[in-house]
């Protein structure tokens, strides 16, 4: 069965620090791929995606993911994370035609 | 600006009532559906349109019904027949491509609350 994982629930990082939240997925074809973001009572924005050619995609707010078939991942990266960057984060899996999986999400705090 | 609103934001029901979410779009998408968020889980199709007049069940239909009488608008009724309707529910729309039909735009919620 298709699935998304987020293996963190939640994740603490300091202002400044680098982040990475991580991503697997379970597909049997080349799956398109997202990453969301949500602030607390907001709809979800889309920050980067992935469909087929380089492997490291760049999104909005200096995000970037990197696609990696052998490990079925889709890890986000940040190299310095600021306060406004606290909110929840989805992974996501479009199985072709009209079909997405979410992951459950990953909660992200900032400390100053 | 081009996008998509839900209202209202915050809604209360009584239990054995209908009510109904509104989700309005002026992006020029054919595609539209609806998601219900609980805490710690993903987001879970609820139903999508691809075209006016043609809508289809995602994983948990049962107790919610739709209607896509134009290409902006596709209200979410919540029926009695929910049992667990408290949640918050969000709208989203796409371009109607090949692969494009994953790349959806979301609107801002509604959270549903029973009393």
């Known amino acids: 069965a298709q699935s998304v994982t987020q293996p963190d629930i939640h994740i603490t990082v300091s202002e400044g620090a680098s982040l990475e939240l991580r991503c697997n997925y379970s597909?049997?074809?080349?799956?398109?791929l997202f990453w969301y973001v949500q602030s607390p009572g907001q709809g979800l924005q889309l920050l980067l995606k992935?469909?087929?050619?380089?492997?490291l995609v760049q999104g909005i707010k200096g995000f970037e993911a990197e696609f990696k078939r052998s490990q079925s991942s889709f890890n986000l990266r940040k190299p310095s994370v600021h306060w406004s960057d606290a909110a929840e984060y989805f992974c996501?899996?479009?199985?072709?035609?009209?079909?997405?999986?979410f992951g459950a999400g990953t909660r992200l705090f900032v400390k100053a | 600006d081009g996008g998509i609103t839900q209202s209202p934001k915050y809604l209360f029901r009584k239990e054995g009532q209908n009510v109904t979410l509104s989700c309005e779009q002026n992006?020029?998408?054919?595609?539209m559906y609806w998601y219900r968020q609980d805490p710690g889980q993903g987001l879970r199709l609820i139903y999508y349109?691809?075209?006016?007049?043609?809508?289809q069940k995602g994983d948990i239909a049962e107790g919610y019904s739709v209607s896509r009488e134009k290409k902006e608008s596709f209200p979410l009724t919540v029926t009695s027949a929910q049992k667990n309707p408290t949640a918050f529910y969000l709208c989203?729309?796409?371009?109607?491509?090949?692969?494009?039909?994953?790349?959806?735009?979301f609107g801002p919620g509604t959270r549903l609350t029973v009393l």
């Open positions: 996501a899996v479009g199985l072709g035609g009209f079909k997405t999986i």
């Open positions: 992935y469909f087929s050619g380089d492997t």
């Open positions: 597909y049997g074809a080349t799956p398109y």
């Open positions: 992006l020029n998408h054919d595609a």
């Open positions: 349109s691809q075209i006016v007049n043609d809508f």
């Open positions: 989203a729309s796409s371009i109607a491509s090949s692969r494009s039909y994953n790349e959806q735009f």
